[in-house]
């Protein structure tokens, strides 16, 4: 059991409070996922808007208690280094492991790995907040220039947040937070409890449970959802 990622005690909760509870996440589902050593940036951008960028995003929507949308931008390597690490801690051989970012299978492991990630920081949230927000399934795009995304969700006066980490051989990736503006005020002292270690998140994915759709199926669904969450 792992005690809960502690967000800066104050006694308005702000998105870069939220935003902490989310780099967490990333770091443990990463460093489960046999990604060790994976740091963020100390520093966090504001920005205007979301985007998804080369060479691989990944987003998820949410809603709830408060709504909003989380992106993870990939570079190749990154990308890479993550699918790798991850598949070989699984025992799989590296003579069966794809070679570049736009397989297929790349694609379907890095949506698995963004599933967890939101996923363990829902269940942050429903335990540090005292709030439920429910996620949407995760669409990737291996993607060759910038691409402005518009999805089907209204925010109110989003706030929107980027962090970069590092993985352990320096390659880089983007994280990126946009919410409603929100802040949760603590009415009174409660008790946190104690959070699900994340090796059982990762055990009940897809690969696992040998449940797996297989890499043609799954991209052209992908795909149609995609475009409908543009609204394309």
Do not use: W
């Amino acid at each position: 059991m792992n005690k809960l990622a502690t967000a800066k005690r104050s006694r308005a909760i702000t998105t870069e409070e939220v935003l902490l509870i989310l780099c967490h996440s990333v770091n443990e589902v990463l460093n489960n996922a046999g990604n060790k050593k994976v740091e963020y940036s100390p520093m966090v951008q504001k920005i205007n808007k979301t985007c998804l960028r080369p060479d691989i995003g990944c987003f998820v929507l949410f809603d709830g208690g408060f709504s909003g949308l989380v992106i993870i931008n990939f570079t190749a390597e990154a990308a890479m280094e993550i699918y790798r690490k991850y598949l070989l801690s699984m025992g799989m051989p590296e003579s069966e492991l794809a070679q570049f970012h736009t397989s297929d299978e790349v694609g379907n492991v890095m949506g698995e790995i963004m599933n967890q990630i939101v996923g363990d920081f829902t269940n942050k949230v429903r335990h540090q907040l005292r709030t439920s927000i429910t996620q949407s399934q995760p669409k990737m795009m291996a993607i060759n220039k910038q691409v402005q995304i518009s999805v089907n969700t209204t925010l109110d006066q989003p706030q929107s947040r980027r962090v970069t980490f590092n993985t352990e051989d320096n390659n880089i990736f983007y994280l990126e937070l946009s919410m409603d503006k929100t802040e949760f005020i603590k009415l009174h002292d409660f008790d946190e409890d104690e959070l699900e270690n994340p090796d059982d998140i990762l055990a009940d994915n897809p690969r696992h449970s040998g449940k797996r759709a297989t890499p043609e199926a799954r991209s052209n669904n992908d795909h149609d959802d995609l475009m409908n969450d543009l609204g394309i």
